[in-house]
Structure formats: structure tokens, C-alpha cells
């Protein structure tokens, strides 16, 4: 069964600051990756959506990375704006419907 | 872009009340739609998939006579909590897909049972 872990669970940091999210998964056997957007009460925005093929995606300010083989998948943010505060989730589709991570909760301090 | 609404955004109801909630997908056709629950600071976890035109298929430890979806078209799929309880005071977003890989969420739905 896949698993999805997102380190670290929170994250505070000054406004400015390059910061990077982790995602790992257990089963490799993946179609692909997204990283979604959570404001709070509030859905889910699609941030970056990476094929099992690719290695990465970039929107922005937002790059992410794939390395299938090993399970991971990071999500870099740069020059971070308060506007950036919010949860970011990590999810994986193979065989099933996507697998969520519990997600970082980043807060940008201005 | 493929666009899902949910309604209602928001519902409160007593306890032992049934609540119906709609989930759309505005322009395109949904082949399959899928029902997440999320528990505050937790995760969405899938509770079941709908194929247009026939029965759900529910994740384990998920009651299908307590949570009934009906996937009548291509484009609406309802799910209803019956009999509800507080403890199924919950976050609930659907997602559509139209065949490929993708699945587009919906905003949510807030449900407190009281």
C-alpha cells in the first residue's frame, strides 16, 4: 500500500528565504507526482504536476524534483512571500487514485 | 481549465439528520469521481471511487450504508451522510477525472454535526 510522508510537518520562516519541502513514498511504481496548495478551510489549488518521466517542473517561484527511484520528490520555493503561508501537499497516483501526504504547513513571516 | 464545484461550501446539521452533498464537473466529462475526507490538520483520505453508471467502490473501514454516492452522469455525483454523527463532522472534497491522469478538485465541503 503507497505511503506518503511529507517532512518537515511545519515550517516558519523569514520572508526572503529559499526553502525546500520534502515528500518520500514508498512505492515507486508510480504514474505521477503533484504538489497542491491548501489555504486553510478552503480546497485544493494543483500547483506542479510531474510525469513518472520527467525529473522536474518549475512555475515561478516553485521547482519541483522527482527522483522515482529512490521514492522522493522536493518541492523548492524561492524568495518566499507571506503570501506563500499555507499547507503544501505532496500526492502520488499509480495503480489507485491519488495518495496525499499529511502536508508541511509553511508560514512566511513578513 | 476543468472546473468541479461542490455544494454546499458549508453545512450544519442536528445529529440523526441525513445531508446531501453535490459535487460537479462544470466543463467536462466525468468518468470517474472520487470522495476525500479530511480531519482537521490531518490528510485527504479517499473514501471511495465512482464510475458514471455504476456502484461505488469504497476504501476499507469506509461504511457504503452510511456514506452513499450515486454517480448518475457524467457530470454530477452525490454524496449523502445518513444518519449523521458528530464524529462525521468532517472536510469532504470530491475530484473528477475525465479518463486521463489528472483528477480536478473540488472547493470542499464543511460539514459540523451538532
Known amino acids: 500500500k503507497q505511503e506518503v510522508t511529507q517532512i518537515p510537518a511545519a515550517l516558519s520562516v523569514p520572508e526572503g528565504e529559499n526553502l525546500v519541502l520534502n515528500c518520500s513514498f514508498t512505492?515507486?511504481?508510480?504514474?505521477?507526482l503533484q504538489w497542491f496548495r491548501q489555504d486553510p478551510g478552503k480546497g485544493l489549488t494543483s500547483l506542479l504536476l510531474?510525469?513518472?518521466?520527467?525529473r522536474e517542473q518549475t512555475s515561478g517561484r516553485l521547482n519541483a524534483s522527482l527522483d522515482k527511484s529512490s521514492g522522493r520528490s522536493t518541492l523548492y520555493i524561492a524568495a518566499s512571500q507571506p503570501g506563500d503561508s499555507a499547507t503544501y501537499l505532496c500526492?502520488?497516483?499509480?495503480?489507485?487514485?491519488?495518495?496525499f501526504g499529511k502536508g508541511t504547513r509553511l508560514s512566511v513571516i513578513a | 481549465g476543468a472546473v468541479v464545484s461542490q455544494h454546499p461550501s458549508r453545512v450544519i446539521c442536528k445529529s440523526g439528520t441525513s445531508v446531501k452533498i453535490e459535487c460537479r464537473s462544470l466543463?467536462?466529462?466525468?468518468?470517474?469521481m472520487f470522495w476525500y475526507r479530511q480531519f482537521p490538520k490531518q490528510s485527504l483520505m479517499l473514501m471511495a471511487t465512482?464510475?458514471?453508471?455504476?456502484?461505488?467502490?469504497?476504501e476499507q473501514g469506509v461504511e457504503k450504508d452510511k456514506f452513499l454516492i450515486n454517480h448518475a452522469s457524467l457530470t454530477l455525483s452525490t454524496l449523502t451522510v445518513t444518519s449523521a454523527h458528530p464524529e462525521d463532522s468532517s472536510f469532504y472534497i470530491c475530484?473528477?477525472?475525465?479518463?486521463?491522469?489528472?483528477?480536478?478538485f473540488g472547493p470542499g465541503t464543511r460539514l459540523t454535526v451538532l
Open positions: 465512482s464510475n458514471e453508471g455504476s456502484k461505488a467502490t469504497y
Open positions: 510531474i510525469q513518472s518521466s520527467q
Open positions: 500526492a502520488v497516483r499509480g495503480n489507485t487514485p491519488l495518495v
Open positions: 512505492d515507486s511504481a508510480i504514474y505521477n
Open positions: 466543463d467536462f466529462q466525468a468518468t470517474t
Open positions: 475530484s473528477a477525472s475525465g479518463g486521463k491522469d489528472t483528477q480536478y
